[in-house]
């Protein structure tokens, strides 16, 4: 089986290219997509390859990209549209809330919507306004829609082809900041021998503390917990990856062993996924708790000028807190 070391980007190129190479059908969209290869060059060569009938420059028009690829989707396509920066995607959300979320409802399950959009989303890239947002909860409570996320570069290859072959709509939150991390990537491994798509999973196993994060803050996690090994702590990291609908059988499983819980998330913490995810382990494994589930957020403020942005960012400072407040139940 074939293994390289990618970068979180370039194993989305990868996959991006292979869903085109296997389904004539898939149609990529989206501001500066074709001929630039997007600002991060995601969807790099790709137009060169496939031509421009199937990786589209758009207008500057978000609403106008997800209101087109709702049309191709009805038709039998299946669009991926990128919105160029998470803060450019609220001028669609009429279309994603009103439309795409709705339509597979509205015609009695006549009209599937198979289509992915994708979102580069966080902080820590030291970008201006608009440009380092975290919209996952607007999406997550939207019925109607899928939300997932990917961590490492096999998740990104591999969920990319899978959100791409579902026949629901989807948003696909990739975390911008760690485009540039390598991993071993699996390219010839069968998708329908893939992890599935919408599933929790353990990245790191432990016994003392149970740590829930997706997308950017999964390496965080990951870092506190090597921290927090030298101090005697074992720290279960479980990658969420998939945040509506959520997976919480595995967290479930590993709470009642651990008997504490923390959620991290770079979001604000008001009616974050960290309320909802507490709340449900909460009432799941009330009498196996130690202390409360406790969340480490970004706070409750707009996004900060990039200068300070190290200030607002869950960091493992913070994370390694959480955890040992934890400890003082």
Request: hydrophobic share 40%; with cysteine.
């Amino acid at each position: 089986m074939a293994t390289e070391t990618l970068s979180i980007g370039k194993a989305l190129n990868t996959g991006l290219r292979r869903a085109l190479e296997q389904d004539s059908k898939v149609v990529v969209m989206g501001e500066d997509v074709g001929k630039l290869g997007g600002v991060f060059r995601i969807t790099d060569g790709l137009q060169k390859d496939f031509g421009d009938q199937r990786v589209i420059d758009t207008p500057l028009a978000e609403s106008g990209i997800i209101g087109t690829a709702v049309g191709l989707a009805i038709r039998g396509y299946r669009p991926v549209c990128e919105i160029q920066f998470d803060g450019f995607v609220y001028p669609a959300y009429d279309q994603i809330v009103s439309q795409v979320a709705k339509m597979h409802y509205r015609s009695r399950g006549k009209l599937n919507i198979p289509m992915v959009i994708r979102i580069p989303f966080g902080g820590g890239i030291g970008a201006v306004e608009h440009h380092s947002e975290s919209p996952e909860a607007y999406f997550s409570h939207t019925a109607g829609l899928k939300v997932v996320s990917c961590a490492s570069p096999q998740d990104a290859y591999v969920m990319i082809q899978q959100a791409i072959a579902s026949d629901d709509p989807i948003v696909f939150l990739e975390p911008k900041r760690r485009y540039w991390e390598k991993g071993p990537v699996e390219l010839d491994a069968p998708l329908s021998e893939a992890y599935p798509l919408h599933a929790a999973r353990v990245v790191r196993p432990g016994t003392d503390v149970t740590v829930l994060a997706y997308g950017p803050m999964v390496r965080t996690c990951l870092d506190a917990a090597t921290a927090a090994a030298e101090d005697g702590r074992e720290l279960e990291v479980v990658d969420l990856r998939t945040l509506s609908p959520l997976d919480l059988a595995p967290v479930y499983e590993s709470v009642r062993r651990t008997g504490r819980c923390v959620v991290v998330h770079e979001a604000p913490g008001n009616l974050g996924l960290g309320a909802e995810i507490a709340a449900r382990v909460t009432e799941e494994c009330f009498y196996s708790l130690e202390s409360p589930v406790l969340r480490v957020t970004g706070y409750d403020t707009p996004y900060p000028a990039a200068r300070v942005e190290e200030e607002y960012l869950p960091d493992l400072d913070r994370v390694l807190d959480g955890v040992d407040r934890t400890f003082g139940w």
